[in-house]
Structure formats: C-alpha cells, structure tokens
C-alpha cells in the first residue's frame, strides 16, 4: 500500500476542515476528498458524518453504494437496521444506546472526544454477509452551533478469519484505537463467545448453573466449562465482575 492508504490522519483533517461549516458544501474535487475516495476504494471502506443531538447524517462517501448498495444521498441510520444480521441486533441496539449516552456525557461536560469501536455482520451490495469494522469518532463543538458530531467509518475485514468466536469491542477516549485496523486491534476488546455470552446473560438474570443447562439443553459441565472459560479470559474472579463490566461497556 502507498503512504495514503491506511493514514486516518486524512479523516482528522477532513473533520477538522469541513466541521466548522456543519459538514455543508463539501467539495468532492477538493484534493483532500480525492484522496480520502482513493484510501477509501483500496481499503474497502466508506464513511458518514452525523450530528448525533439532531440524528441526522449529514454527509456520506461514494462508497456506500459499492459496500452496501444504497446511495449516498439515501443513506439514512435505520438502513443498518435493515442490513445487521438477525444475531447481531441485539448488540447493535446496546452499542445505539451507548453511542447516545457517550454524545450525551460530552454534550452536558462542553468538551472532549470518544472514540467507539466494535465490528458486525452487515448486507453488503451482493445480499451476502460481510464482517465490518465499525469505528465512531465523536466530537463536541460549539461551532457552528453547540452539538456532538460523530465521524463513522465502516471497513470490510472479510479478510480477518480470527473471529470464529466473540467480536472486537473498544469504548474509551485513547484515539490510538481510532486507525486502520491490524490484528492488535481487531484482537483486543471483548473476544467471548456468542455462547459465553448467553451464558452470562442467564447468569444475570439469576438462572443457576443446573438452572441453565435445562435451558440450552446442554450438560452442567459444558456450562461449568464455559463459566471457567469466561472468567480466564476476561481475567475476572467471579462472574459478577465481569457482568458488570459488560454493563458498563454497554455490551449488555
């Protein structure tokens, strides 16, 4: 890849430059856009600005059209509603929620940036799944007119096989997230199993450990395994830890 190709400095810059004027009157041959399209068709990406107080997007790349099938004038937030894969709804409905409180915490603080990190299933153009990293930069501003702006990225990581199991999930302000992902990155976050994960849920909902087996229909040792599973790779001590560091996170 040449020097363009992964540097997100270019997304920054065009945030920096374009935010002032509310994301209005973007021009597609400013040398700046031309080589955010380019990045864009080599990484298999595409991106949209939002105002997050209004919901409203307010500018999006040429190519959602080539990732998703939908123009970019057309594009509007319920489309990935429409095109997340059935199992991951839920998560995505939770990472929602979260987004909102996270633009809601820097709109009552008056400053700051976060940075939301996290990858589904999503349609693409074919009709078929793909697996998309999904990256939010958020961003208070007063100009021109006080509201939480968000910078969100989508990037094809069909290419990554190491996600048999479980899903990359960031929440913070540490911007060294926000870059073209590597396997560091696609690696850290929450890796638990989708069944580690319903495990979990029942245990939250005060189901004991025979209590769920009888629900999954699978043995108390399997569930007991995958208790024991849970706790090593969070690095917890007891479920309860890891439950509400979940909730916190907004997987849950």
């Not at 363009?4 to 856009?33: C, E, Q, V, W």
């Given at each position: 890849m040449n020097s363009?190709?992964?540097?997100?400095?270019?997304?920054?810059?065009?945030?920096?430059?374009?935010?002032?004027?509310?994301?209005?009157?973007?021009?597609?041959?400013?040398?700046?856009?031309l080589d955010l399209e380019d990045m864009m068709e080599k990484n298999n990406q595409?991106?949209?600005?939002?105002?997050?107080?209004?919901?409203?997007i307010l500018y999006t790349s040429?190519?959602?059209?080539?990732m998703m099938g939908i123009d970019p004038e057309a594009l509007n937030p319920y489309h990935f509603f429409q095109a997340t894969h059935p199992d991951d709804i839920s998560r995505l409905s939770l990472g929602r929620a979260q987004l909102f409180k996270m633009a809601n915490d820097l709109f009552l603080a008056e400053k700051g940036t976060a940075l939301l990190s996290t990858n589904f299933r999503i349609r693409n153009a074919e009709g078929?799944?793909?697996k998309i990293l999904v990256q939010?930069?958020?961003?208070?501003?007063?100009i021109p007119y006080k509201t939480v702006f968000t910078?969100?990225?989508h990037t094809n990581i069909d290419w990554f096989k190491k996600f048999a199991h479980g899903y990359h999930y960031y929440l913070g302000s540490d911007l060294h997230y926000f870059r073209y992902p590597d396997e560091s990155l696609l690696l850290s976050g929450n890796l638990l199993s989708d069944r580690e994960l319903e495990i979990i849920k029942l245990i939250e909902k005060g189901m004991s450990s025979e209590n769920i087996a009888d629900h999954l229909f699978i043995s108390l040792h399997t569930v007991n395994t995958h208790r024991k599973n849970i706790l090593r790779k969070t690095g917890k001590t007891n479920i309860s830890d890891v439950i509400y560091e979940l909730m916190e996170s907004g997987v849950m």
């Open positions: 363009i190709s992964n540097d997100y400095n270019l997304f920054l810059t065009f945030f920096n430059t374009y935010s002032r004027s509310g994301f209005k009157n973007i021009n597609p041959a400013d040398p700046l856009m595409f991106f949209y600005v939002a105002d997050l107080l209004q919901i409203q040429q190519r959602s059209k080539d078929a799944y793909s939010l930069y958020l961003f208070y501003t007063e910078l969100k990225i």
